[in-house]
């Protein structure tokens, strides 16, 4: 094959990738007696992922302009009892629906631009901003529920965070069909991607990411695109947080909480580095997919759910540890 | 005084990939003199003072203190043997007070507990010695430069220096507190401390040297007691070489209107503006020491710094610049002084570098064409002849000079009206120096008004239609290519004669 040295790198470094993958998959069935790849699991992990991993798109772009969002478990808590508030009473579940839709993902755009506006205007580390916001945002959400879950009786609301589509398809492979959620995170997951790898915007992020100084003197509004990363984070926050209380029928004040810190997990685990300047959303998902795995595997084996999070812990460590030894290998040649 | 020196560094050699940084040089410092070390940039200074330091090895060469062969490998060795050094950026921690920094790493103790009473009698002792008086207990980042610098000196005596390297010390300073570190720097010489005086100001040495080296081109010209020489002896031995001879001819500008005209431009920070006017196809060269303006002038010019007032007119319009992009737009490229803080993203590919600045045109339905940024980039990475396995290698991979040419592609994928470049060949070698100015006189050629400035006086004279000699962020004295010399630059930029 006629292929540059470059090429044939990633070439083998895919391929080595794939097999490692192929050969732990069919380990893990095994070891959980072919319950691991049962269509119905497979269902299940993907669906319990989904709300971080669309968290995680959105922290995987503030995390690359070399930022960080805290707010985000805090927002899908404030925007989701904003959300099950708008619709108490909405006699037409069509336009409680769209509202709702609107409110929370509107709140969470809102609340990421109140995240950005310091760290562009007045250069404040946004890790105190999105810290401050976490905390005004939980307690907004307990002030505007009174502390208490607010119920959703908004059936096509619910079905986006609880039901399936595409029965027949589902049918195929012996499921009710294809659960709501999941297809949301691959749109989101796909659209990130997009974003990131194929326009300006996305380009513009790595830059800054990259070398600020360089993309300012470039002609790069650098503020602009900062505050559209937080924008993308909390208005996503707010996604997110559709799934979350449509699956439960509920907006609930305490809900959300570490999420953030599942997110970053999943961005760092994903290969995208908090320097900034490096990551991808395809890595993010695989990080998300890590982690749901993990603890789906957990759940089979009936780890104790205290030692579940020891495992955690260390599994994040030593992927970061891998991947760091595996760049400097790379980087060595 | 004692003639034997205090330290001897015999046949000091170093050579970087390409660069033949010191060839064989030996300088030595007695105990109570202050001896200046002189040279343009590039002439070896900052070498011969690193591996002084310990920061840097040599290649070959040997070096005796108080007679005894030293091998100083790391900056703890120095300052065992009593070397301490005063860079131009302080070693200080902003946040700790006056005192703390003194005694930074030997806080005299009980069982890790700092004993605060032997601390300030150990630094007011100090103080005295030195006959100076500093708020003990504020903070770094609250004083003043000349301050900092006293604290800085202080250190150094605190750790029984007996050999103190101080490089540019006077740069920063205003002439009252040069004449008060004057006052420190006696003290120190009648106390049997030995000074290295590094600095590009020749009236100053002549105030407080006693004796001279001077280094060309990484090899030793000559040491001599400072009153057997003039000034513009030493500046002859500086510069001592004729012109290079790889300078391309340069087009000589036919138009008399000025393209671009900056008037009473006020860089932030200054008081004063600063007035001067380029034509089409001229190269307006600026000379000027380290800390004389260039680049503070340079970044208000083109928005990179939002200036404080005054003008900048293009073909007679005069522009509303607030920042980069508005001076883009206008037509207005700045390659910056430093490639890797300012000019790339280096953990981005010669591709995403050079379409960064102008990636609007490449954008169809959404998304970045990158087939159509191929095509744009190869043909320039081609002129320019930048060597690269392939433009989406990372910039980081690529050497000093095709880095370089990267920065410099960014500016060309558009055509420019003016292009500000700052020290455009610093840190690269002789042959990509060679594709430059011929670049940078071809684009002139094609109407291109370029204002240049570079700490490189050959290269300024070499390349420049007309050169601006800056002192004090002031453009003091204009020359035209025919009359100027190495010798009156200096003389204009060091301040040896009035403006």
């Not at chain 2, 009698?121 to 207990?137: A, H, I, T």
């Not at chain 2, 002439?175 to 590094?198: A, C, H, N, Q, T």
């Amino acid at each position: 094959m006629n292929l540059t040295p470059a090429a044939r790198q990633t070439l083998l470094r895919a391929g080595g990738f794939i097999v490692g993958l192929v050969v732990l998959l069919v380990v893990l069935n095994a070891w959980t007696h072919g319950d691991f790849l049962r269509p119905f699991n497979v269902s299940n992990v993907l669906k319990q992922i989904a709300v971080y991993a669309v968290l995680a798109v959105g922290q995987t772009f503030v995390i690359i302009t070399a930022g960080i969002d805290l707010s985000v478990g805090s927002l899908i808590a404030l925007t989701g009892v904003l959300m099950a508030g708008v619709m108490v009473g909405e006699p037409i579940a069509a336009v409680g629906l769209l509202v709702a839709i609107g409110v929370g993902v509107g709140a969470g755009g809102v609340a990421g631009a109140v995240n950005g506006l310091p760290v562009v205007r007045f250069n404040l580390p946004p890790f105190i901003t999105t810290l401050a916001m976490m905390l005004m945002a939980r307690g907004l959400a307990f002030m505007y529920s009174g502390g208490r879950p607010i119920e959703i009786d908004n059936a096509a609301f619910n079905a986006i965070g609880g039901g399936t589509l595409f029965p027949g398809l589902g049918h195929l492979i012996g499921l009710p069909g294809i659960p709501a959620p999941v297809l949301v995170m691959l749109a989101v997951v796909i659209a990130g991607h997009f974003v990131l790898t194929r326009t300006r915007f996305g380009r513009y992020v790595y830059a800054i990411g990259g070398n600020e100084e360089a993309a300012r003197l470039s002609g790069i509004n650098v503020a602009g695109v900062k505050m559209g990363v937080y924008i993308i984070s909390g208005a996503l926050a707010g996604l997110a947080s559709l799934l979350l209380a449509g699956r439960l029928s509920t907006g609930i004040p305490q809900s959300g909480s570490g999420y953030e810190l599942q997110s970053i997990a999943a961005v760092v685990v994903g290969g995208t580095s908090l320097m900034g300047g490096r990551g991808s959303i395809v890595g993010t998902f695989v990080g998300a997919l890590l982690i749901g795995v993990l603890n789906n595997l957990m759940n089979l084996l009936n780890v104790q759910s205290y030692a579940q999070e020891v495992v955690l812990g260390a599994v994040i460590l030593i992927a970061v540890l891998l991947d760091e030894l595996r760049k400097r290998y790379f980087a060595s040649r | 005084m004692d003639a034997a020196p205090y330290l001897a560094m015999r046949g000091i050699s170093k050579t970087y990939p390409g660069v033949h940084a010191l060839d064989g040089v030996s300088f030595d410092v007695r105990a109570g003199e202050v001896h200046a070390l002189v040279g343009e940039n590039g002439a070896g200074k900052s070498t011969l003072m690193k591996i002084l330091a310990g920061a840097t090895p040599p290649d070959a060469g040997t070096i005796e203190i108080r007679g005894q062969a030293v091998n100083i490998r790391t900056p703890r060795d120095a300052e065992r043997l009593g070397v301490a050094i005063i860079y131009q950026e302080f070693n200080l921690v902003p946040g700790l007070d006056v005192a703390a920094n003194i005694v930074l790493g030997r806080e005299p103790n009980r069982a890790g507990v700092i004993d605060a009473r032997a601390l300030d009698e150990q630094v007011l002792s100090v103080l005295k010695r030195l006959g100076l008086d500093l708020p003990l207990r504020a903070e770094i980042r609250t004083l003043a430069v000349a301050q900092q610098q006293q604290t800085e000196i202080a250190k150094a005596l605190s750790v029984n220096a007996r050999l103190i390297v101080m490089d540019e010390p006077s740069a920063a300073l205003t002439p009252d507190e040069v004449d008060k570190l004057f006052v420190v720097i006696r003290k120190l010489r009648s106390d049997g401390v030995g000074i290295v005086y590094i600095s590009h100001r020749i009236d100053e040495i002549f105030t407080i040297a006693d004796r001279i080296t001077v280094l060309r081109d990484g090899k030793l010209v000559e040491t001599g007691a400072a009153s057997s020489y003039k000034a513009d002896d030493v500046i002859r031995l500086m510069v001592g070489r004729p012109l290079s001879a790889h300078f391309p001819t340069l087009p000589a500008p036919t138009q008399t209107t000025p393209r671009f005209a900056v008037r009473e431009l006020r860089v932030p920070r200054r008081d004063f503006g600063v007035t001067f006017e380029v034509r089409p196809g001229e190269i307006f060269g600026l000379a000027g020491l380290v800390g004389s303006g260039r680049t503070s002038l340079l970044r208000a010019v083109c928005g990179a710094d939002v200036p404080a007032g005054g003008t900048v007119e293009l073909d007679g319009v005069t522009l509303r610049i607030r920042g980069p992009s508005d001076a883009i737009s206008a037509g207005l490229a700045f390659v910056t002084e430093d490639r890797k803080a300012q000019g790339l993203v280096l953990g981005m590919s010669v591709r995403e570098n050079v379409t960064l600045p102008h990636l609007a045109r490449f954008v169809r339905l959404l998304m970045v064409d990158r087939r159509e940024e191929t095509t744009a980039v190869q043909k320039l990475s081609d002129e320019l002849r930048i060597r690269t396995p392939s433009l989406e290698q990372l910039a980081r991979n690529l050497s000093g000079g095709n880095q370089q040419k990267v920065v410099l592609a960014k500016w060309l994928l558009e055509t420019a009206k003016v292009i500000c470049f700052d020290e455009p060949t610093r840190g690269i070698d002789v042959g990509a120096k060679a594709e430059i100015y011929e670049l940078i006189a071809r684009l002139a050629a094609g109407g291109v008004a370029i204002v240049m400035a570079s700490s490189e006086l050959p290269e300024v004279l070499g390349m420049s239609t007309r050169i601006g000699v800056m002192r004090g962020g002031r453009i003091v004295k204009v020359f035209d290519r025919a009359e100027a010399t190495q010798e009156n630059v200096i003389r204009y930029a060091t301040g040896t004669v009035a403006a």
